[in-house]
């Protein structure tokens, strides 16, 4: 049997040594996330600086880290990458199309270490020299193993240096015909700057010669032009005048959190205040700016001057490294899932204190219960927030599927994504990836065409999948489109037909018609490859998406595209819910799907001749007996509830004898024994024990849809 975790280590830390791999696990794979998406943007616009600095960042915390967990092998390869593309960053190195492709490849080697570390698995040995021999043919020189360093400041750094200026010109600066405020304009021009002028050696009004300069300035840089840039705004202004220049902060090398130094460091620091002055006013209470100033140690000035250059690298810092990182912390998966099971019992309690408090007719009773109740609810909706995700951090993933298929068959295409912000349950995230691929695979496949193809159809020389995510009410819609040629529904035709899914006469819509891919055994592939053609992958994302309670759709037009659109609920684990009663059984319906409930009276079953159809404020509404449905004996009482719902657009009534009211339901799996029963995707606990089972309503349609359609045949 393998060990979850693969180390040999014998010593006495051996306890903490696992406990640091077990608490890096879930990093480890988000580096090589973060690696390998910087590399494909890296790949669009090969002397992004951003993305080449982003890169190396992610190989030097893999190996920090991994150096801290004693993954040798995976340090002395992250080291010599490390070191090799190192010269990229400096510039003495482009970062080619065999560059990149060699990077990914090694990417792909650390991850393959990683598995072996953390599940066992296989890892070429053999790849990993190959690939750094491959870097050495590529980069002469690189392959030394001494540490990698940044390149100094003065030779046109690519990282982001933080420098603190003090230019004190010449007094007679005016006289040579030099404004020092243009100078400061020119350093405002090489990034972030920020200046506070020094005022205190301008004399009284009667004293002051308009010829001479009294004022000098301390300012902030932040820019990526390096020191000789700097030096070069200043380079007529030497002679006679006072120029110094300090690195404060450099992109991150010279940090351990967001906080900065104190003003009393920084003071004594830039030599305006001594040791023994501050140890002088450290006695009192008041702010150390005000007992520095009373004492007359510094003038207010060089206080300001102190407070922007610690505002200025605190910010800049905060927003290197983003707030939300310091804030937030790492939860394993199953203390989450334990914390939303409890949440969910607290919500079916709450809902039997609620039912007891009501039938008690005790007013203080009622008035704690509505507490809790408000407090559930709170808890509820705070809980299910801390399982959402952006969608994004999946969409990432396929921007590699893209780039390797497409060199694999010969194409160009672009991914493009919108909507990665789009929120979603954690759970339904990790459950939407395999689906998700199969669809971007077959419209790479069979969807975009050969570029000559194209080009011969007036298209674009590369075609484009466009990937994205929106909300929808209490669902999220998720859309993959293709610029490719699109479904002829005669080839469709033809292909249900053959496998027998139609009869040849059969009158189809183009919907219905294009919903038959999904069926198991269909392909129009003409050829069996890697990619298509063996008659799996559609069915088996019907069946992905439908045990997530969401529903798919394809529309599609030859010659420009195909549409495949998937709708899904936000959450599998709490839903607000309709309960509805039919005799003595009760049931629930997602409140997401119903717009409204009206009565249906005897009166109104006459009007419509025996036909299930309501006239709702003026349109007619076919409806579905639940009852019937679910053949419940009893009689119908004399005035039922239509509660009408929309799916796909199109609105559908079902007949219930109660309306009861809106319920948080806590949505129960009922086993392996009932996963087939046709409409019923769950059920939940009622406040007073009973059960209630949660209604599919988009399946109770279609299955009354294809019940009419064999009656009318």
């Known amino acids: ?84 593309f190192d010269r990229v960053r400096s510039g003495k190195v482009k970062a080619t199309h065999e560059i990149i492709n060699l990077t990914l490849r090694a990417c ?39 540490k990698a360093t940044p390149a100094s400041a003065g030779e046109g750094t ?6 603190r ?17 243009n100078l400061l304009n020119e350093l405002r021009e090489l990034g972030m700057c920020e200046a506070v002028a020094q005022t205190d050696d301008v004399p009284y009004l009667e004293d002051i010669d308009p010829r001479r300069c009294y004022t000098h300035w301390d300012m ?50 830039r030599g305006d205040l ?79 204190l609620s039912q007891t408090a009501l039938a008690a007719g005790i007013p203080s009773l009622h008035s704690i219960a509505e507490e809790v109740e408000r407090l559930t609810a709170s808890l509820r909706d705070n809980t299910m927030n801390i399982r959402m995700l952006p969608i994004g951090t999946m969409f990432s993933k396929f921007k590699r599927l893209v780039r390797d298929l497409s060199s694999e068959l010969d194409k160009e295409i672009e991914l493009k994504t919108d909507g990665a912000e789009t929120e979603l349950d954690k759970t339904v995230i990790e459950r939407l990836g395999d689906p998700l691929l199969h669809l971007i695979r077959n419209s790479i496949d069979h969807g975009i065409e050969q570029p000559k193809d194209r080009v011969a159809d007036g298209k674009p020389l590369s075609g484009t999948v466009h990937l994205s995510a929106k909300h929808s009410g209490a669902h999220v819609l998720v859309q993959i489109r293709d610029d490719g040629k699109g479904l002829d529904p005669a080839v469709v035709r033809a292909k249900a037909v053959e496998k027998g899914l139609i009869s040849a006469d059969a009158k189809l819509t ?88 009206v009565e249906l009276t005897h009166k109104d079953i006459q009007t419509a001749n025996g036909r299930d159809l309501a006239h709702v404020r003026g349109k007619l509404v076919p409806f579905i007996r639940l009852r019937e449905q679910f053949m419940i004996d009893g009689e119908r009482p004399s005035i039922e509830q239509i509660v009408i719902v929309s799916i796909d657009e199109q609105r559908t009534g079902f007949v219930v004898d109660r309306v009861i009211g809106g319920h948080q339901t806590v949505i129960k799996n009922l086993g392996s024994v009932y996963k087939d029963l046709g409409g019923i995707s769950g059920a939940t606990i009622l406040g007073d024990g009973a059960m209630a089972l949660i209604l599919d309503l988009p399946r109770l349609t279609a299955m009354a849809e294809r019940e009419e359609a064999g009656k009318n045949c």
């Open 220 to 269: 902030i840089l932040t820019t990526s032009r390096g020191v000789d840039a700097i030096q070069d705004v200043f380079i007529f202004l030497r002679d006679g005048s006072e120029l110094n220049v300090d690195i404060i902060d450099e992109d991150g090398r010279l940090e351990d959190e967001k906080s900065y130094k104190r003003l009393a460091e920084i003071l004594v620091e």
């Open 165 to 181: 200026i003090r230019f004190r010109p010449s007094a007679e600066v005016f006289v040579r015909g030099t404004d020092p405020i």
């Open 158 to 163: 690519t990282q982001h240096v933080t420098y």
């Open 274 to 352: 001594t040791t023994d002055e501050l140890q002088g006013v450290l006695k009192s209470k008041k702010l150390i700016g005000e007992l520095l100033v009373e004492a007359g140690a510094v003038t207010p000035g060089h206080v300001e001057s102190a407070l922007v250059e610690q505002r200025h690298v605190r910010d800049l810092r905060a927003q290197r490294q983003g707030d939300d990182a310091t804030s937030s912390i790492r939860v394993s998966t199953d203390k989450l899932d334990n914390l939303v099971n409890l949440v969910g019992e607290l919500v079916t309690v709450q809902a039997r």
């Open 510 to 597: 183009e919907k219905e018609l294009f919903s038959l891919i999904f069926a198991p055994g269909f392909s129009t592939a003409k050829k069996v490859t890697g990619l298509s053609g063996r008659g799996v992958g559609m069915d088996v994302v019907k069946r992905a998406i439908d045990s997530l309670r969401g529903s798919i759709e394809l529309s599609s037009q030859k010659g420009s595209g195909t549409t495949i659109t998937l709708k899904l609920p936000l959450t599998l684990a709490i839903i607000e819910g309709l309960l509805v009663k039919i005799g003595a059984e009760s049931f629930i319906m997602p409140l997401s799907l119903v717009e409204e409930c």
């Open 1 to 84: 049997m393998t060990k979850d975790l693969n180390y040999n280590d014998d010593d006495s830390g051996e306890n903490m040594v696992h406990a640091l791999r077990v608490t890096f696990r879930e990093e480890a794979y988000e580096l090589v996330a973060e690696l390998e998406s910087a590399l494909l943007e890296l790949e669009k616009d090969p002397d992004n600086m951003e993305q080449i600095g982003r890169a190396f960042r992610a190989m030097h915390t893999i190996k920090g880290s991994g150096g801290t967990c004693e993954f040798r092998e995976l340090v002395a390869f992250t080291h010599e990458l490390e070191t090799i």
């Open 108 to 146: 792909d080697q650390i991850k393959s270490l990683f598995d072996r570390y953390y599940q066992g698995g296989s890892c070429d040995e053999a790849k990993t020299a190959s690939i750094l021999a491959s870097f050495r043919a590529l980069a002469p020189g690189a392959g030394t193993r001494g």
